[in-house]
């Protein structure tokens, strides 16, 4: 895409999180992981994304340095997982570790995300009780059918702060008002990569609606690669995904 503006220009505070890869590798769930950059990146170096193991930075929350301080200071979000699904099966031996250092670490907050619900109640560490306060688990819906089938399963399950990501958004979602004050938020986005399917604006726009008509909170993320707006399609390129979604100033 060109350099033309989709949206008037804002500005925003952007988190300037870390990432914490317990463990790598991941198997292929919905519709959404149907180019799933992990598989992309592994391909070009020959790694099977299909075998899960534990990474080197397992233990990276709480690394101290020579003076006996913990590395990563308090207060930082920690993003989790992002080449693999936290609750994945494989990693059922290594979890309690990862909620130990989870819990070690209570000053900072630890976010993953995850296609995989059906499986957290029984992935839950003994003392989890409502949720560790640290903790926010994002539950990936990316179209109706995965929306249907997720959405009630996560609905219920007991965490003290749930989002829910639409990402890639793959057609219109309606989440026939099942989404509340129990959801703090709606994080919406378009596919990136080579292959990106289109996300349609409209939808977004949608999503939104339904945000505000329920009281949960909503953020466009990026636009995707492939960006319909009043019809009329746009390739955007990576680094304008961020920043044009910003431009659409629709945050609630
Ligand atoms: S769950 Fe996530 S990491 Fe796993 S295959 Fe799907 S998109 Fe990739």
């Known amino acids: 895409m060109a350099e033309q503006s989709l949206f008037p220009e804002i500005g925003e505070a952007r988190l300037k999180p870390q990432l914490w890869n317990l463990w790598h590798g991941c198997h292929k769930k919905s519709e959404g992981c149907a180019h ?33 301080n913990y590395k990563i200071p308090s207060g930082t979000l920690i993003f989790t997982c992002f080449t693999s699904d936290f609750f994945i099966e494989e990693a059922d031996k290594w979890r309690n570790e990862a909620w130990a250092i989870i819990r070690e670490r209570a000053d900072l907050h630890f976010y993953m995300v995850t296609k995989r619900p059906e499986r957290i109640a029984t992935c839950l560490p003994t003392d989890w009780g409502n949720g560790y306060a640290n903790v926010t688990v994002s539950c990936t819906m990316e179209n109706q059918k995965r929306t249907d089938e997720r959405l009630p399963i996560f609905a219920s399950l007991p965490i003290v702060r749930k989002e829910i990501i639409c990402e890639p958004l793959l057609e219109r979602i309606d989440f026939r008002r099942q989404i509340g004050h129990w959801c703090s938020k709606v994080i919406v986005g378009g596919e990136s990569g080579p292959e990106a399917r289109t996300c349609d604006y409209a939808w977004v726009v949608d999503i939104r609606r339904q945000c505000l008509e329920l009281g949960v909170g909503f953020h466009f993320k990026q636009t995707g690669a492939k960006f319909r707006k009043d019809g009329r399609i746009y390739q955007v390129p990576r680094q304008l995904q961020q920043p044009q979604a910003r431009k659409a100033n629709i945050d609630l």
């Open 36 to 68: 799933c950059y992990v598989y992309r990146r592994d391909a070009k170096i020959g790694v099977d994304s299909d075998i899960v193991h534990k990474t080197s930075s397992f233990g990276m929350p709480t690394s101290r340095d020579r003076y006996g």
